[in-house]
């Protein structure tokens, strides 16, 4: 039998190629709040959910914590604490000449991802709540090796994942930028090449399941049954 190679376009199985993409940043104070929702949202609509960054004041747009920016986000975390329930602490804004650089944690997750992409969401969870309810300097490479290290990953393997991960990150944000994504929490439905926005910004669950159930009911795909066909390799019909 002549066998020939891979073909040049790919066949999706339209069943199983869809997922949700979130868009996000580990120093989003509003993705804090968003953290248990998406996680639930994965759960209860059994698809996975691939974490893509989009960098809040990341690398050079980093912006250091004057009274301005102190001010703003005292009341903005303490507002979003009350409408969320996620917890907050200001610790991050009482240390002084701190700069408040999303690019370092941005970088972390995508090296979780490039090392096991289905453990980036919960990296990425973990990160926040390093952030915002223990007040942990996530700007720093060491505390972004500690939460990996307390996440499951080898130390030193996440240490060089992280380091390579750069030019990565900034693809990532290139990307969500491309798609028209400017504000996180951002989450979207990935069908094929297609790509639905399903939030833009916090939603509560119980607001955002009625949403999905009904777009996910108008483009329900058919139920696998077991293949009925003729193998070509065994020559069994």
Excluded at 130 to 159: K, N
């Amino acid at each position: 039998m002549t066998t020939t190679g891979s073909p040049s376009t790919p066949i999706v199985d339209i069943a199983v190629d869809r997922e949700f993409i979130y868009v996000g940043d580990p120093m989003c104070s509003w993705c804090h709040g968003f953290a248990p929702v998406v996680k639930r949202v994965g759960t209860e609509f059994g698809l996975p959910v691939r974490v893509k960054v989009g960098g809040l004041r990341a690398f050079e747009n980093s912006e250091p914590l004057g009274e301005r920016l102190k001010g703003f986000l005292s009341a903005e975390w303490a507002r979003i604490g009350e409408v969320t329930g996620q917890p907050f602490s200001t610790t991050a804004l009482e240390r002084e000449g701190w700069v408040y650089d999303t690019g370092p944690a941005d970088q972390a997750v995508v090296a979780a991802r490039n090392l096991e992409e289905t453990s980036a969401l919960d990296y990425f969870t973990a990160l926040q709540h390093a952030f915002y309810a223990e007040g942990r300097d996530i700007t720093q490479r060491e505390v972004l090796l500690d939460v990996a290290e307390e996440s499951g990953f080898d130390r030193a393997e996440f240490g060089t994942a992280f380091d390579t991960a750069h030019d990565d990150t900034l693809r990532d944000f290139a990307e969500t930028r491309s798609w028209g994504v400017t504000g996180y929490p951002t989450l979207l439905i990935r069908t094929g090449d297609e790509l639905v926005r399903a939030a833009a910004g916090y939603v509560s669950f119980d607001n955002l399941k009625p949403q999905l159930s009904a777009w996910f009911d108008k483009h329900a795909v058919a139920d696998q049954a077991p293949a009925m066909m003729c193998d070509v390799e065994t020559g069994l019909c």
